[in-house]
């Protein structure tokens, strides 16, 4: 929607500090803030030092109706529902005034490791770019395909994918790191994870959650012990035999067999219908991509950006089953 009126969408990360939300705010001249609950409360406490926020837009959530009540009692914005700003969209629809290529998209903010966050300007030429390169990389995109978004939209990585999902007319599915699989730290036990209740074909992830997939399935084979792990450590060895290029590893008739006995069971912990997994952020360990590859029988591709490059700079083949690379620069890069 803010694209399609060429108003600029400014991303901060929620952790930061007061004097780095105040300094990214003002900055770039905010004047509409859309949050939650949580990100509701610290606009309260710094409202005094925000100089151009005009309006502020919440999500509705449970309990948040003490936030909204001491944000109305600021009178330097003003306070609407996410529902409210819908319902008037309905009732008074406008023309689109599309933006040009060079006109800026997002300024998106880093995480302020190395000290204050720098604000990132980029063009809707920029977004484009990295949507189309990518595209040519990942076959046969498209409606049938759903998307599992769980990590922050301030990152670049999961904007960017966010893009090329919207292109492509996919589904999006959004969850959350803590509610991802069925044993995750915030699902009750006995409800399904986000995984599996979107049974997502794509999704994105940073080399940690494939850490954390790989050890809790290694995890929960040592605890079964017996024929289990007896039939596990088979089956995977010889997958990684071949998936290492061996003409001696499970290939044909075998691989379906493993996969059937074995695998099948690992794969339902996403969802069960993985077909591409992009991981970035961080280097990915060859051990764990090769228990990805095997275990939930998807290609993981790799790649290599910065948030001052729209994250497209480099991305491994669809096919590319080596490890430690990060592939070649995709079209829309020149890289010196």
């Not at 990360?13 to 609950?37: D, F, P, Q, W």
């Not at 790191?177 to 995750?184: I, K, W």
């Not at 794509?202 to 040592?222: E, H, S, Y």
């Not at 008739?253 to 912990?269: P, T």
């Amino acid at each position: 929607a803010c694209f399609r009126q060429n108003i600029t969408v400014v991303t901060i990360y929620a952790s930061l500090g007061e004097g780095a939300l105040c300094h990214s705010l003002n900055e770039t001249e905010v004047t509409t803030v859309i949050c939650g609950r949580k990100e509701l409360k610290k606009l309260i406490d710094i409202n005094g030092q925000l100089d151009t926020l005009k309006h502020v837009v919440y999500i509705s959530e449970d309990d948040v109706s003490s936030e909204v009540s001491l944000a109305k009692q600021c009178t330097n914005w003003r306070v609407e529902s996410f529902e409210e700003v819908e319902r008037l969209g309905l009732e008074t629809p406008i023309e689109a005034n599309l933006p040009l290529p060079s006109d800026t998209a997002v300024i998106m903010y880093t995480s302020g490791s190395t000290g204050m966050p720098k604000g990132v300007m980029m063009s809707h030429r920029n977004v484009l770019a990295t949507a189309s390169a990518v595209m040519t990389i990942v076959p046969a995109l498209g409606k049938k395909d759903v998307y599992l978004a769980y990590l922050p939209l301030a990152h670049i990585l999961e904007l960017a994918a966010e893009t090329i999902i919207s292109a492509v007319g996919a589904s999006i599915g959004y969850g959350s790191p803590l509610t991802l699989t069925d044993t995750s730290n915030k699902i009750k036990r006995g409800t399904k994870g986000d995984a599996s209740a979107l049974r997502p074909t794509l999704m994105t992830a940073v080399p940690a959650i494939l850490d954390r997939v790989r050890d809790g399935v290694r995890k929960n084979v040592d605890a079964k012990g017996g024929v289990a792990k007896k039939l596990f450590d088979i089956a995977y060895s010889r997958r990684l035999a071949a998936v290492n290029g061996s003409w001696f590893g499970a290939w044909g008739l075998e691989k379906l067999v493993w996969d059937m006995l074995v695998f099948q069971k690992v794969r339902a912990i996403l969802g069960g219908r993985i077909r591409f997994i992009l991981s970035g952020g961080a280097p990915l360990s060859g051990e764990t991509q090769r228990f990805i590859n095997i275990c939930l029988g998807a290609p993981i591709g790799q790649g290599y950006g910065l948030t001052e490059t729209c994250a497209g700079g480099t991305f491994s083949e669809y096919n590319d089953t080596s490890v430690g690379r990060v592939g070649a620069p995709l079209s829309c890069s020149f890289i010196k």
